[in-house]
């Protein structure tokens, strides 16, 4: 999984008037960005926010603008702030760090092994994924665990929080191969009965498997490409309303985090797009980063 860890913050300082305003005034600059390798673009009360998993990439990209925007405009917008900011710095080899969920009756805290990998525990999107998979899991009360799958694992983290709390049966896939040895490393580590499984989503689709709760703390980017397979891999909807005890229904639905709170919109009506049954019933926000659960 990639991280992103730095956001370029675009604030106009000056509007003048001009017949030729456009609806934003950060278009042209979007369009630069996703040529310069943005992971996610946002507008956020005013400011445009760009993320780059890369330090160089973001510091050529806040280049490029400056020069950019010192150009004349017949946009109205005269003079604009750039700002470079980390979001999340990657580990050390021989980093470790420390993960907790809990709920109302219980908890979980453990310590792993980052090696690099993405999931270190205390990245925004991490968080509000333990928070969200925390409230899930707690929902279900049956006598059978839950079967989850958490997509793009990186250190395993989200992967181990649900197996240590006995409520889920895991499965963790992810394509990258340095993520998988870590993934590995800390699910021995940890004595965890979790599948990890070297694979992608899609080959988990044609090989007709289902789970109860699909997890993925993935960017948005990833969720464009993800999205229609993830929505596939849920299982086989309910019987009838008529003929389910919702005391005991299994709290199925996707866990989807790591994106900014203004690409929120676009999200829900991507996963709206693969199946209009769909809709958020969970959220959790954390800074510029949001979160939801998702249920037909």
């Known amino acids: 999984m990639v991280a992103v860890s730095w956001i370029v913050r675009v604030a106009p300082l000056t509007q003048v008037d001009s017949e030729q ?16 390798g943005t992971s996610g673009i946002a507008e956020v009360d005013g400011k445009l926010l760009a993320g780059f998993d890369n330090y160089a990439r973001a510091v050529e990209a806040l280049a490029v603008l400056e020069q950019d925007a010192s150009q004349p405009t017949s946009q109205g917008i005269v003079q604009f702030n750039f700002t470079l900011e980390p979001v999340t710095t990657y580990p050390q ?46 929902a279900h009360s049956g006598p059978e665990p839950l079967s989850l799958l958490d997509v793009g694992t990186g250190t395993g983290v989200l992967a181990i929080a649900a197996a240590k709390t006995g409520r889920a049966s895991v499965t963790a896939v992810d394509i990258d191969p340095s993520a998988l040895a870590v993934a590995a490393t800390n699910i021995g580590n940890h004595g965890v009965p979790v599948a990890l499984v070297d694979d992608s989503v899609e ?19 990833e969720h464009r490409i993800l999205a229609r397979h993830l929505a596939r891999l849920l299982t086989a909807d309910s019987p009838s309303d008529q003929d389910v005890d919702r005391t005991s229904a299994r709290p199925s639905g996707l866990l989807v985090s790591g994106y900014l709170n203004g690409q929120t919109e676009e999200l829900i009506e991507l996963y709206r797009s693969v199946d209009r049954r769909l809709e958020p019933v969970l959220s959790v926000y954390r800074g510029e980063w949001v979160g939801h659960v998702i249920r037909r």
């Not at 305003?21 to 310069?36: G, H, I, N, R, Y």
């Not at 525990?121 to 899991?137: C, M």
């Not at 988990?204 to 960017?219: E, I, K, T």
């Open 203 to 221: 080959s988990l689709v044609g090989s007709g498997q289902s789970f109860d709760l699909v997890v993925a703390n993935v960017l948005l980017a």
């Open 21 to 36: 305003q456009v609806d934003s005034p950060f278009e042209a600059m979007m369009s630069l960005l996703w040529d310069l």
């Open 93 to 138: 080899d021989t980093a470790t760090a420390t993960a907790r969920l809990s709920w109302p009756d219980g908890a979980v805290e453990f310590s792993l092994s980052t090696a690099g990998a993405f999931g270190h525990g205390r990245h925004p999107t991490t968080v509000i994924a333990l928070d969200l998979l925390s409230t899930s899991l707690a």
